[in-house]
């Protein structure tokens, strides 16, 4: 990855695809109300470069890599997948949902920075960046 240039940003991780949240057993359910860490199984560094998404330690073949075609919508929502008794009452626990073109990675959970203390992410800020990354 090191000739892919520096970063614009980069940040923690953990995620899900919506296949995998939506396989989840009501008893992970409860549980991942005390540690996200039991829907969101993945986790890494997301790496914004000029030309690519990295998500870092996606699966045992490698990071996903995802050009800017290969997005198709970044948002932040609730979902009947990831709900607000999930995530928090706040709305700063939203998810962001990658809907990409990748077949290992088509909907794609993501808590950014997740601070479980307080149920918050950077999840809108990388919305913002990754659609104003998307545009250029």
């Not at 991942?32 to 039991?38: C, Q, S, V, Y």
């Not at 949902?97 to 920075?113: F, K």
Request: with cysteine; hydrophobic share 40%; aromatic share 6%.
């Amino acid at each position: 990855m090191s000739d892919i240039g520096t970063p614009l940003a980069e940040a923690d991780y953990v995620c899900a695809t919506a296949q995998e949240l939506s396989e989840k057993r009501a008893a992970a359910k409860i549980a991942a109300g005390i540690d996200r860490r039991t829907l969101f199984q993945r986790r890494g560094r997301i790496i914004l470069h000029s030309d690519l998404l990295v998500l870092t330690g996606w699966s045992d073949n490698g990071d996903l890599i995802l050009a800017r075609t290969d997005i198709t919508a970044a948002e932040t929502r609730f979902t009947h997948l990831y709900g607000r008794f999930l995530g928090g009452l706040l709305n700063a626990g939203q998810p962001l949902i990658l809907n990409t073109t990748n077949a290992s990675g088509n909907e794609v959970y993501l808590l950014i920075n997740h601070r479980g203390s307080l149920e918050t992410t950077d999840d809108g800020a990388w919305k913002k960046r990754i659609e104003r990354w998307r545009s250029d």
